[in-house]
Every structure is written in structure tokens, then in C-alpha cells.
């Protein structure tokens, strides 16, 4: 078995700037090669949150019929709750030094692990995707308002300028996404700042709201913090790609966990509440249509457009390049003959192509926002037997075992039957069902949602079910045993 020693000292390895491309996919990081530490975990949480796609999620609950009290504690509660489910999550990586979806092979099995690698590479394509949307938006919106400019080209152009940005950065990886990263928190910090006394006059705090989406202020409240929470949590699967990179040696479990959660709350929670502020300045004035992006742009002085396109492209680009990172991580682990460089590639591509099929099919971008609601119901649950079973096994992973999948073998102490742990792989099956029957969206509402009036409590109902009996899974089956590797 090979387990860490994490009172050992750590060897230095040859310098290596963080600015090379990053020679490590989903294998085994040796400690001596893991430069990062937690200050780095709130510099990404932070830096790509400064962008519309995470602001808007603050916005829509005053569309959903919310004032501004009730919208503001929705994302206090919501962003505290999502933040405490995502800490716990990025502990498991630094002990087996791979990402958590290979390292969820534990508990899942080696063959079980690829439905964490599936869940991460589809929410982070969808996350790029609707990064480089609101990126090119922005930019496409002040043209527009600026110069009296606008056609389908110039929208193509913004999205292939932000895509090819997006990609240098991923395929360099780790180094450069976290030194973009510092250079949004204060960049794009001060364009927020700045909205604030751009739109402050507009602002209501005694804005009330009205015509609630699910009948009743509460269950509007409800559906509304449960959406901030499920965005921060849905972080939970990729919060491993960045934390591999921490030594368990100089950085206790404690430090980075709080480094996540403040990440969260702050980091996430700050934009959701510009974007619940906004909401408020343009619904107490008279601006319903709903459209975040497209009202900034036509309510903004002409003076605080260039702030307006820097958060869109510049910190939209940086959010996207999280996603595409870790997609390429997910993308290598299914096909191992593709390196992570190659494998990144591939993932920048499939987002851009997901951007344009938006582009010129309305009906891709308001899908993929369903799309997201319903994978809460299947990562929720994820992540509490992936947090659970690393408990229950005292932090101790067989490294080398992990690995069985992606150098193409079987066998091994995480083999099970098959390469598949049956009992855990059919709890996460129950909980991830049952959460859908009790979603809501555009698409479906679920019938337990029906009999709650619409309102979609699928993904806690999901990780409360998972939370119940997978303490249970080693009652059902033994733990892992060692096996022959062939």
C-alpha cells in the first residue's frame, strides 16, 4: 500500500516555474512536485467568480418574484450552506495526489470512478460554455451601445477570441490559471466596486418584489437558496484538480478546507449579492425583461462600458478556464492514450462548439441551465459518499491502486467486482433517483415536486438519502482487498 507519511520531510525536486505547461494529468503528483498551497485555492475561488456567469445566479432571484431582503438572506444562507458542503471536498486529493473523481475509485471502484469523471467533465463544459456566452455577450452588448454595431460575425468573432484565450490558458494549466486568477481579484474587484455607485441610485432596499414563480414568498426563498447552494457545491467534484497540487506534509486538512469555504462564501457569495443588488436597482426602476447583461449595457454611462466588457471577457475567460482545466483532467482519464495537454485541447473545442450550437439554436443556452439544476441531483450525493468514505477510511489511500484504469490493467485493492462496488454504485443510484423525482425545472417537475407546489428540494433530499445509507455499504459488502494486477 502506498500510504503518506505526512510528518516525513518532503524532498525538493528540481525548480520548475509555474509558468511551464503542466506535465501532470491524473496520475500521481509527487509531494516534492506540489508548489501549490491553500492561499491559492481562494485566489481561484475568488478570481473567476468576479464574472456574469456566477453574478447572474445572484440576480435571478429577484426575477423569481423575491425583494430585496428576502433575495439577500437567500444568498447569505444559500452561499453559507453550499460553501460548507464544497470545504469538505478538496481534503481526499492531497492524500492520493490525483483528482476526485479517480480518487472517488476508492469507494466507487476503479471502473465506478468514471461517473465522478462524467459528472465533472459535463458541468465544467457547460460552466465554460456559459462563460464564453456571457463573455461575448458583454462585448458584443458594448459595441452595440457604443459604436451602433451589431451582426452575427461580430458575435462569432467575440466567441472565438475569448475560446482561443481560454484554451493557451488551460493547456498551460495549474501555474497560469491560478496567476490569472490574481489578477482579476483586483481588477475586476474594482469594477464591481464601481458599480456600486455607478447604479446605487437606483437602489431600493425597501424594494418588495412580487408575483412570486412558486405561488408563496417561502417556497421562493426556498428554491432560491437552494439554487445559490447547488452552484457552490457543484464545485465539489473538480475542487481535487486544484487541490493534488497541496502537499498533506506542509498543509493540514483543516487550512484548506477553511481556505474553500471562505473561497465560497466570499468569493462566490460577493458577486451573487452585486447581482441580487443589481436585480433590485433595475426591477425598483422599471426594468423587468429579466436580461442582466443586456439591461448593464443599456442603463450603463457610456464611461463604465470598457468595466462592463472586462468583467464579461477578461474574468468571464478566467471562470472559463477552471472549467476547461478540469475537463481536460476528466477527458485524459477517460481516454488515457491522451495526454492532458492533448486531452485540454479537445475540452476547449467541445466548449466552443457547445457556444456557437447556442449561438444559432435558442433553445441550447436555456437548456444547459437544466441541464446543471438536474446534475446537482447526481453530484450531491456523489460528494457526500466521496466525503463519508474518506472518513470512514482515516484519509488512507492505496495510491498506486487508484491508477488501475487509466494504465489499463485490472485488479488491485479497489478492483471489487469487477472494478465496480456494486452496493456504493447502487446507494448513489437511489439517492441520485429519487433527487430527480423531486426536481423542478423548464423541462419537468418531478411528481415529489408536484406535491410541494413546485418547489425543487431534489439535490437535498439526494445527499440526505446518500448521507443515510452509505454508512451503511460496509454492512452490505467487505472492505477492499488487495488482488493480483494484470
Known sequence: MTGIRIDSPVAESPARSRFEIEPFGTEHI????????PRDLRTILFGSSLTFSVIIMGFLPVTFGLGWWQAASAVVVGSALGSALLAPTGVIAPRTGTNNPVSS???????????????????????????????????????????????????????????????????????????VQRVMIPTAGICLIAGLFVYGGDFDPSYSGGGYVLGSALNTWVASMLLIASTISSLGPYSGDWTRHISPAAHSDRSIMRALFYGGLFGLGGPFMWGTFIAVCFYSTGLTDGDMVGGLMRTSPIWYLPALVFLGLASGTAQAVINTYG????????????????????????????????????????????????????SVPWIVILVIGHLRNGANYDTDALQVFNRRETGGRYWYSGGINIATVGIWGIAATVGVLFAANTWFTGPGAHLLGGLDIGFVLAGLIAGALYPLVGRIEPAPVESAVS
Open 30 to 37: 509527487p509531494i516534492a512536485d506540489r508548489r501549490s498551497a
Open 105 to 179: 475509485g476508492a469507494f466507487f471502484g476503479v471502473g465506478g470512478r468514471l461517473i465522478g469523471t462524467i459528472l465533472e467533465a459535463v458541468a465544467s463544459l457547460i460552466f465554460a460554455a456559459l462563460s464564453i456566452w456571457t463573455g461575448g455577450a458583454a462585448l458584443v452588448g458594448a459595441l452595440d451601445r457604443a459604436f451602433d454595431v451589431h451582426s452575427d460575425s461580430i458575435e462569432l468573432i467575440c466567441y472565438g477570441i475569448i475560446s482561443v484565450i481560454v484554451t493557451v490558458v488551460s493547456v498551460f494549466g495549474h501555474g497560469w490559471m491560478v496567476a
Open 327 to 378: 475537463t481536460g483532467l476528466d477527458t485524459s482519464s477517460l481516454i488515457p492514450a491522451l495526454s492532458r495537454t492533448k486531452a485540454t485541447l479537445v475540452a476547449c473545442l467541445a466548449a466552443t462548439a457547445l457556444v456557437y450550437l447556442g449561438h444559432f439554436y435558442d433553445t441550447i443556452e436555456p437548456s444547459v441551465t437544466n441541464v446543471l439544476t438536474l446534475l446537482a441531483n447526481f
